[in-house]
């Protein structure tokens, strides 16, 4: 009986996950979006290689930091990937979701990175909290941004260290 119950509390979790309940941009909190693009790169397959990086950093990852998977959907429409990350001085959190969308024989994938605390200026933490994951992968083309306040003039220096 007891199995019943935690199947059903399994199913109804997944059936309730949705990247629409990502934390709202708003004024209060620093944020950042990110597009970018691996060319000739399967959505299924990269979506599997991001998850496995960024677990492989729940003890540490760039710059110190400890990402943890919070929530995920492999076969939503679109696959999405919820990560935090904890700042390894002060200990903040940012959340991170990275959406894939299929693009001919490309992969294009919208990441947005949100402070959960109070903040304005970040120090370009949540542009490095997405960087960061996108670097390690391997190679992406036709990097945008929106909404971020600070854009780090060399990501590789400063993502290094944030």
Request: glycine letters at 4%; aromatic letters at 16%.
């Amino acid at each position: 009986m007891q199995t019943l119950t935690l199947a059903a509390v399994a199913l109804i979790s997944a059936v309730s996950a949705d990247p629409s309940n990502f934390p709202a941009f708003d004024s209060g909190h620093a944020h950042c979006a990110m597009d970018v693009t691996f060319p000739f790169t399967d959505c299924n397959v990269l979506w599997v290689e991001i998850d496995a990086e960024v677990r492989s950093w729940s003890s540490g990852g760039p710059s110190g930091g400890l990402y943890a998977v919070y929530e995920e959907q492999e076969y939503y429409a679109p696959p999405y990937i919820w990560t935090t990350r904890t700042t390894p001085i002060h200990k903040y959190v940012d959340d991170q979701i990275f959406e894939f969308y299929p693009n001919g024989t490309s992969c294009d994938v919208r990441a947005k990175s949100r402070s959960q605390p109070s903040s304005y200026y970040d120090y370009d933490t949540n542009y490095c909290n997405m960087w960061n994951v996108f670097n390690s992968v391997g190679s992406f083309t036709d990097l945008s941004t929106s909404q971020c306040r600070w854009i780090p003039s060399d990501p590789v220096a400063t993502c290094a260290e944030y």
